[in-house]
């Protein structure tokens, strides 16, 4: 009779894992990605496998230098590299886009405690930076299967139809103008109970609306620009996304109407994941707003008699 | 109805269908002084005493403490120490059996005519929650408040564990009988048993034994974990909301366990005290899972034994389900509150990572807790924090923990946060 194990209830855990999770979240990218890389050639496809392994590379090396077990092995550095990846133009040089994932990993996640206590999105924050610095070559993109290169954002090239916007045959970022693939890709993460409807609902429900409003076409509107994955992927993020489910709609909310205001207000074509940056600083703030009340705890309401009796005393 | 929250287990219930059986008789009994929430017995027996099967052996000297009797015929040997799971050392009386088994001559059926008479028949059995938690059922049914509903927990959400479920299906005419009994002298006038939707053939005997009762509902409960968990069961029943700072007595609500209504009424009828229970016996390490009426007191080795299960296999022994069971070991003998005795041969072990904030544990918390709040507010010592999240209201059912993805300890943590506060 050996020595027995002695541990803590419960003795019994599931089986969802971080790892399984971001394979889930890879596989739901890979048919915007794979659409973007057949589209727009070899060198997009360089593009998304520099991004990939650069961030993963990094992630190792923080790893190491921040002494921090787990790093790699999450595969989250590769869905931040694929994402930073997916935003950037075909044509984006190599080098600046490993620069992109350096910020994301080192400075926008492991500087601020690594996998779980970053404020911003990784992804978000490095393509901001990367759009501020390399301004040129993040402006600049190229009709697919053409040589044609163009510099005006795409919700105002105007000429092309909604098919072409769901299935990617526009100028725009690799992985974002197939919004059919993105679309799929998110239904995917909701059905496997992976990410919540509620954050893409309001993202997506206040941004309609509000280009509605504005007498825009609203299916373009849509399917332009970042729109569709910052709604399915940026704005679910779990780590800078509010906890509650209202919490992730108002979230939600919030980056639609920002995304409209930089668009059609703001100096930048397509500030969709500004806004979801901006709104990953109210994520705390929203937290504590949405905090649910626990079974049976009895909030104490203020009757008219205690405030009389507050305000006499004072 | 709103639901609480709650997680799917994989069903395991290889017991579901087995029959209960009685254990051969040991050779030997070990029974602990404390097998209740309170304070342990005094031993009243010495070694080479001669004691008889239901036998006062242990005096209940404290208020919050029920007798404990033999549970066989046999010679005492000595008084030993015995360590519980949760490290307390109490006395524990070494019973040698004898072939003949022999009632001991105090064992005749109590008169039970009033309320007071019912509170002195449940003390003086040694009854206990036979459900697991130990609590004193006379001093549950000493309430001071007029009690308007009886609720019967009937739930059995753990993994595995089959106990309640076969004494529903064997004798629900027993069940019954508790509820007749509790209700008439209590003046009860509703009564609401909570059992679990995915055992129909126990609701439907339940039903068939309550046909002539009047005010005996059975509530189909849903099939997730956990559903016997006092406040959950009262919410899922009764539609009732405890509020935190009272107890379900004030509130008019008595909840007693199934198995320990049908005590009471087999010892209204017989007068013989506890001294045996059903437990299921399984686990990854068990080739013949079973469940097992056994003497209480029963080395837990002579179980594992019957259910042809080699000790060298076992890695983990638990008594109770998998989910709120506690960890044991070989010396363990089986105690009042013990519904399982699971033995596993595999003990994963799990390396936790970082936090990353994805929600599961506060969608699995019944009580609308936030244990990934409560997990870093207690890494940091912030006992303002824990206090403002509610950490005292957590009743460690472990779905936070079963649901982690990082593979965090949450129940564990939250459990020593509470005693931060302590």
Redesign the interface.
């Known amino acids: 009779?050996?020595k027995?194990?002695?541990?803590?209830?419960?003795?019994?855990?599931?089986n969802?894992?971080?790892t399984?999770?971001m394979l889930c979240v890879i596989l739901a990218l890979l048919p915007a990605a794979i659409t973007g890389c057949l589209n727009y050639g070899r060198h997009a496809a360089l593009v998304l496998l520099v991004t990939v392994s650069a961030a993963v590379l990094f992630d190792f090396f923080s790893g190491l230098v921040f002494k921090?077990?787990?790093c790699v092995k999450?595969m989250?550095a590769a869905v931040t590299g694929l994402l930073l990846g997916m935003c950037l133009p075909p044509d984006f040089p190599l080098w600046k886009a490993a620069i992109g994932s350096f910020l994301a990993i080192v400075a926008v996640k492991q500087a601020f405690g690594?996998?779980?206590?970053n404020i911003a999105n990784p992804a978000a924050a490095a393509w901001i930076m990367l759009l501020l610095v390399f301004h040129k070559d993040m402006t600049t993109w190229r009709i697919p299967m053409t040589e044609t290169i163009v510099s005006s954002a795409q919700p105002l090239s105007g000429s092309v139809g909604y098919w072409d916007l769901l299935f990617g045959s526009t100028a725009g970022n690799i992985g974002e103008t197939c919004a059919a693939g993105l679309i799929l890709g998110g239904i995917f993460l909701c059905l496997c109970g992976i990410t919540s409807p509620a954050a893409p609902v309001g993202f997506l429900g206040s941004f309609a609306l509000l280009s509605w409003i504005g007498g825009f076409d609203v299916p373009e509107q849509l399917l332009t620009g970042a729109v569709m994955i910052g709604a399915f992927f940026f704005a679910n993020d779990?780590?800078t996304t509010p906890?509650?489910k209202s919490g992730k709609f108002l979230f939600g909310t919030g980056c639609g109407v920002l995304t409209f205001l930089i668009r059609h207000y703001g100096g930048f074509s397509d500030g969709t994941l500004i806004a979801v940056a901006a709104m990953n600083l109210f994520t705390p703030m929203l937290d504590r707003l949405t905090?649910?009340?626990?079974?049976?705890?009895?909030r104490k309401k203020k009757t008219k008699k205690s405030k009389k009796q507050e305000t006499a005393a004072a | 109805m709103k639901r609480l929250n709650g997680i799917h287990l994989p069903v395991k219930k290889r017991t579901e269908d087995k029959q209960i059986t009685p254990l051969p008789l040991p050779k030997t009994v070990r029974i602990p002084m404390l097998m209740h929430s309170g304070s342990p017995c005094v031993p009243i027996v010495s070694a080479g005493d001669h004691v008889d099967v239901g036998q006062l052996i242990g005096r209940a000297e404290a208020s919050d403490a029920v007798p404990v009797h033999s549970s066989v015929s046999g010679t005492v040997r000595r008084i030993i120490r015995y360590e519980l799971p949760s490290g307390q050392t109490v006395p524990c009386a070494e019973i040698e059996t004898c072939e003949t088994q022999l009632l001991a001559d105090t064992c005749i059926p109590p008169v039970i005519n009033t309320k007071q008479d019912l509170i002195d028949a449940a003390r003086e059995s040694g009854c206990v929650g036979l459900g697991g938690d130990g609590s004193l059922t006379f001093q549950k049914l000493s309430t001071n408040h007029p009690v308007q509903m009886l609720i019967v927990n009937g739930a059995e959400c753990e993994t595995r564990l089959s106990a309640d479920g076969r004494l529903m299906l064997e004798a629900p005419e027993q069940i019954i009988g508790g509820i007749e009994l509790v209700t008439k002298l209590l003046k009860i006038r509703e009564t609401r048993i909570g059992v679990r939707r995915n055992r129909p053939a126990a609701i439907q005997q339940l039903l068939n034994a309550a046909a002539n009762s009047r005010n005996i509902t059975v509530c189909p409960l849903p099939s997730d974990y956990p559903q016997g968990a006092e406040k959950v069961l009262i919410f899922h029943t009764a539609g009732i909301a405890v509020p935190d700072g009272q107890t379900p007595e004030e509130l008019g609500i008595l909840v007693l366990n199934v198995s320990t209504l049908a005590f009471l009424y087999q010892y209204s009828q017989t007068g013989i005290p506890l001294v045996e229970r059903v437990v299921t016996v399984d686990g990854d390490a068990v080739t013949k899972p079973c469940n097992l009426r056994v003497p209480i007191g029963t080395p837990v080795t002579d179980l594992l034994d019957y259910a042809a299960c080699e000790p060298d296999r076992i890695h983990q022994l638990l008594c109770g389900g998998e989910m709120m069971g506690e960890c044991i070991t070989f010396r363990a003998s089986v105690v009042k509150t013990q519904n399982g005795l699971i033995a596993s041969n595999t003990v994963k072990t799990y390396e936790e990572s970082a936090c990353i904030r994805c929600g599961r544990c506060m969608n699995a918390c019944p009580l609308s807790l936030m244990p990934v709040s409560l997990d870093k507010a207690y890494q940091q010592r912030d006992v303002n924090q824990l206090k403002a999240l509610r950490v005292d209201l957590c009743m460690n059912c472990g779905c936070c923990t079963y649901v982690c993805t990082a593979k965090r300890p949450l129940a564990e943590t939250i459990q020593s946060a509470k005693a931060l506060l302590a």
């Open positions: 009779m050996g027995l194990n002695d541990s803590a209830s419960p003795h019994l855990r599931g969802a894992s971080v399984r999770i921090r077990i787990n999450d989250s690594g996998i779980g206590k779990y780590t906890l509650t905090a649910p009340v626990p079974f049976g705890a009895v």
